[in-house]
Structures are given as structure tokens and as C-alpha cells.
């Protein structure tokens, strides 16, 4: 059969000899405990395994044996691994941000969405470029003055120097937005404006780089679920504000 003959490269997709041990497409060699997805793509449930669980749902255990149950653990461990592979491997979607939605989100979670950006772009630096970070660390030091700054530098510095790697031309100066951020907390009108600007400068850069990396994968255009989670939270954040600020104006209308 074909499928035995061929396999997929599990760096760029393409299909290869069943016992080539470099791909012919992108160069990248295989170790022996890399997972294909010719192996991904061809597991299934046997009749025997079906009468097995048929008969294990009948009570009749008489035919079943200690080692077949546990072949049958070993392989539903395995699939299972399979399975978690294929979905860091194998995205559905590139980790492109439109900037139309990166604009939304901020707005309408009053920028709370700036914490989930740093946490998802460090998953981004830790998952696909290899780089030794830790977003929930990262993204808990956001909410302590001087640390937050730090970190904010760090990560744009971090993702920086993989998208000059691309020679990217429009890629950013990670003090100069850092130092605009800043800037912007002084300003309580134009200062959201710059911190927007801040963010959509450099997931431009960002987006840019994705396309290469990821140019085979399509862009996500709707809402993730955690996107939806963080509109939530920005939903019932906007509430209490409204809530306190009316009920400010009502008690320094009485104290009037």
C-alpha cells in the first residue's frame, strides 16, 4: 500500500519515503522516536478490540485476558500521545493576531487583553521557538510596577531577535515602544492611543514573522475561547467601573 511505501515530514508536511531519515523538502533530519503522521493518521479500533469491550460491558470476562487489557492501556497511552503531538505539531492555525482584533480586544477589556498578549506570546516563545521562558511567571510580574516594565522589554526583546533572524524590515525597537508605553500612562486621553499604537507596531512585526514561519496555515478569524474569556472579564470589568463611577458622582452630588 502507498501508505506504507510514504510517510509525512513532521516539520514541514511534505511526503517522503517511508525510511528516509532527512526530509527532501526542508532538510530537517529525523530522530527515531519522531512520530509521523502516516502513524497519527492510521489509528483505529479493531474488531477484537470491539468484542473485548463488548464483552467487557456484558460481564462476560471469561476470554479476556490480564495481557490484553493491558496491551489495550498501552495503546490508548500511546494514542493519546499521538494525539497530544499531532495538536503541538500539527496547528490548526497559524499564531498570526489580526490587528483588527487586537484592537477590539484591548478596547472593549479596557486593556486588560495587554496581560493575555504577554502570556500567549511567551507560550508562542516557550511552544514553537524553543525559547527557556515562563509565561505565567512573566505574565504575573505585569502587575508589579518596574517588574511589568521589565518584562514587557524582555519579551519584545525576546521575539525581536527571531524576527530579525527572517530579516524582516519592519521589525521594531523594543526600547522605543517600551519608553512610548511609559509615556502614554501620563496622558489620559492620547496616552490609550499610544499604548494601542505600541501593540499593533509591534504584532505587525510579529504577524510578519508568522507568515513565514507558518505560511501553510490559514488565519484564525474568529475568537478563541480564552479570547472569549478575557471579553468576559473585560465585559464585567467595564461594569464595576460603571458602577462605582456612577455611584461616585451620585455621593459627591449629595455632598454638594
Known amino acids: 500500500m502507498e501508505s506504507e511505501k510514504h510517510k509525512y515530514c513532521i516539520y514541514c508536511g511534505e511526503k517522503i519515503s517511508a525510511d528516509a531519515e532527512k526530509c527532501e523538502h526542508c532538510g530537517n533530519w529525523f530522530e527515531r522516536s519522531s512520530v509521523s503522521r502516516n502513524h497519527i493518521q492510521n489509528n483505529y479500533v479493531s474488531k477484537d478490540n470491539l468484542k473485548e469491550d463488548n464483552d467487557l460491558k456484558n460481564g462476560n ?6 495481557n490484553d487489557i493491558e496491551d489495550k492501556s498501552e495503546s490508548f497511552s500511546e494514542s493519546n500521545s499521538v494525539n497530544n503531538y499531532n495538536k503541538k505539531n500539527f496547528p490548526e ?13 484591548m478596547a472593549f477589556t479596557l486593556g486588560l487583553y495587554s496581560f493575555y498578549w504577554v502570556y500567549k506570546t511567551n507560550c508562542y516563545l516557550r511552544d514553537d521557538l524553543g525559547k527557556d521562558v515562563s509565561p505565567g ?33 519592519s521589525s521594531y525597537s523594543s526600547g522605543l515602544n517600551v519608553l512610548t508605553l511609559i509615556f502614554s500612562n501620563f496622558l489620559p486621553f492620547i496616552g490609550v492611543v499610544l499604548s494601542f499604537w505600541v501593540y499593533t507596531n509591534v504584532q505587525e512585526s510579529i504577524n510578519e514573522f508568522w507568515r513565514i514561519k507558518q505560511s501553510n496555515l490559514p488565519v484564525r478569524r ?7 474569556l478575557v471579553m468576559i472579564l473585560g465585559a464585567i470589568f467595564w461594569l464595576v467601573f460603571f458602577i462605582f463611577y456612577i455611584g461616585f458622582l451620585a455621593y459627591a452630588g449629595s455632598m454638594v
Do not use: C, G, W
Not at 493576531?97 to 480586544?105: A, H, S
Open 222 to 228: 474568529e475568537f478563541s475561547n480564552s479570547e472569549i
Open 93 to 105: 492555525y497559524s499564531n498570526i493576531l489580526p490587528i483588527r482584533r487586537l484592537l477590539l480586544l
Open 61 to 66: 470476562t471469561n476470554d479476556i485476558h490480564i
Open 137 to 169: 511567571i512573566r505574565t504575573f510580574l505585569m502587575i508589579i510596577p518596574i517588574a511589568n516594565i521589565i518584562v514587557f522589554y524582555q519579551t519584545l526583546e525576546d521575539m525581536s531577535q527571531f524576527i530579525k533572524q527572517e530579516k524582516i524590515e
